[in-house]
């Protein structure tokens, strides 16, 4: 793509394109397809917050479920528990997770490479453990059942929206809060500070040589990655009707770690785009064989070895060598 | 509380303690060489594990037929690493860590599924072999006899690791390929094959550490990420790359895990996880661990 070309590509308002097109799904889609709708916006924005981390900042943290888990035990125990109002225990998820990321983060971001692999991975372990053993609130491992849906009898009060089921009032939910987030982060990720980020990644030491307070950089990044994930996982509660230990093994992190480097994190759309490959391919195999494992190990062996940017980098990389055989001028 | 009691709390802690040595040993190798994180090497163990119980059915269903089929299921095990090191890991070595963690994920998900398939989903265990089938009475405590067997054999792969890496040509190879790569190689050595053999080692400690545990627990799929878990948590206590500090880590986890269930009933798992964030926090590099950059 030439300069004029990403250019152009960088102004287009992706999120409330994707957005406009993906609000039809109730009408124009089965009922199946809301639901695989509603999985993909949520694991969407679960990978973009894990690329803040990943891409962004160049941090790789294996345990980034520990937040999702931690959002969606907020919520849950909030509704379930407390009978509060969605609008009280969503942003309330937000906010458990990114505390937990602050106090976890404080030490993980003390750690460079692999021991911040593992210090994430640790520390989304003892997440898991409290959630798998503390009955009297996480519900152990019975798990916390039928979370209710928020009142959503407002969206039906909206004239033309009067005969919606609920799982399709959910999706509209949804997909306006991720498109909102998808937004803010994408705010962020352009913002001076998200640059500062992208500094970091590139070569730490010159960061901190020009003066930047490194630590303080990847631990507000570890928090608004936190935040989201925690957001994320609030809504993945309710659309499961409930919330369990599951969530949180360390495997889940391998997941959505694969899901953004399916899609490509060297893009701010990668990791939408991965989320809804996978959940797609997930879906679609399943119906022909259990041993989807194997079939996510392969495509992972063949992303790492023939294409490690991606999809959206292999897209990118496909525009570029057509415009360069079309227009040898500007190569 | 009475001393027989602490005492059986002791020996159930150790004998956790030398298994999880005898699987994490292998994987603290291939960290401290090769600065990769073998998240597949509790996929080895598990395919040990299953290997052992098919060389069983292969030679004939006695317990005559443990120790032959211990061999062969570890150096199956062996032959397997020494494939996907030579296809696959070796052309990833000047990649990222994030790739490395990964492919090694990949493994977990292709190996874990393709034992699945071939060995099915039920549980399978093996007999325990003949001239360990007792136990004895030590200080009021009932300890089977391979129990003690398995205590017996952590110390000495300890100690033998121990004497190969300090004392011999080869364990000297080793030990400069974990300091510096690229001057090892530019003094002429082969980094390759010393990468391959410490891959093929590690490996054969999975296999040997899977078969040997099977006639204490039963063999079922999913037994590799759950260990997997345990064996990093040794690894990284110890510090990561150190042989004598996996094999201390092995006993503080093991002790911990048996003694803190009495202390808080439930939560023994957590204190080893709090365990290991309170030491990544003090020292990242572990207990005997050197830091490395």
Known sequence: ?331 | MAASFLFSQFVGGLTTAMFLFLIASGLSLVFGVMRVINFAHGTFYMIGAYLAWQAMQWFAPSPSAFWPAVLLAALGVALLGAIVERLLLRYLYGREELYQLLFTYALVLILGDAAKFTWGTGQLSVFRPLVLDGSVQLFGTTVPLYNLFVMAIGPAIAVGGWLVLGRTGAGRMVRAASYDREMLDALGANVGVIYTGMFVVSSFLAGLSGALVTPIVSIVPGMDVEIIVQAFIVVVIGGLGSFWGTFWGSVIYGQVLSFGILIFPGFSLFSVFALMAVILILRPWGLLGRPIR
């Open chain 1, 1 to 331: 793509m030439t300069r004029q070309g990403s250019a152009l590509a960088g102004r287009i308002p992706w999120t409330l394109l994707v957005f406009l097109v993906a609000i039809w799904v109730p009408w124009l889609g089965a009922r199946y397809d809301t639901f695989l709708g509603t999985q993909i916006a949520i694991e969407a924005l679960f990978a973009v917050s894990l690329n803040l981390l990943l891409g962004t900042t160049g941090l790789v943290s294996f345990g980034h479920v520990a937040y999702f888990g931690v959002g969606a035990y907020a919520c849950g125990i909030l509704m379930k528990t407390y009978h509060l109002p969605f609008i009280v225990a969503f942003p309330a998820a937000g906010i458990a997770a990114a505390a937990f990321a602050l106090v976890f983060g404080f030490f993980c971001v003390r750690l460079t490479k692999i021991y911040f692999a593992m210090l994430t991975l640790a520390f989304s372990q003892i997440v898991w453990a409290i959630c798998f053993k503390w009955n009297g609130v996480t519900g152990g491992d019975q798990g916390l059942p039928e979370v209710p849906y928020p009142n959503l009898d407002w969206i039906t009060a909206i004239p033309g929206l009067g005969n919606l089921g609920i799982s399709d009032r959910f999706y509209l939910l949804t997909l306006a809060l991720v498109a909102l987030s998808l937004a803010a982060l994408r705010k962020v990720v352009r913002s001076p500070f998200g640059r500062m980020l992208t500094t970091i990644r590139d070569n730490p030491e010159r960061a901190a040589f020009i003066g930047i307070n490194v630590r303080a950089y990847e631990l507000a990044a570890f928090v608004v990655a936190g935040a989201f994930a925690g957001l994320a996982g609030a809504l993945f509660g309710i659309f499961n009707r409930g919330v369990f230990a599951d969530y949180v093994f360390w495997s889940k992190s391998a997941e959505v770690m694969i899901m953004t480097i399916l899609g490509g994190m060297n893009y701010f759309w990668g990791p939408p785009v991965g989320a809804f490959a996978l959940v797609w391919l997930n879906q679609e195999i399943t119906s022909y064989t259990q041993y989807w494992p194997f079939v996510l190990g392969s495509i992972l062996l063949v992303l790492l070895f023939a294409f490690p940017g991606g999809i959206v980098g292999g897209v990118v990389a496909g525009f570029r060598r057509a415009r360069r055989f079309m227009n040898p001028r500007h190569a």
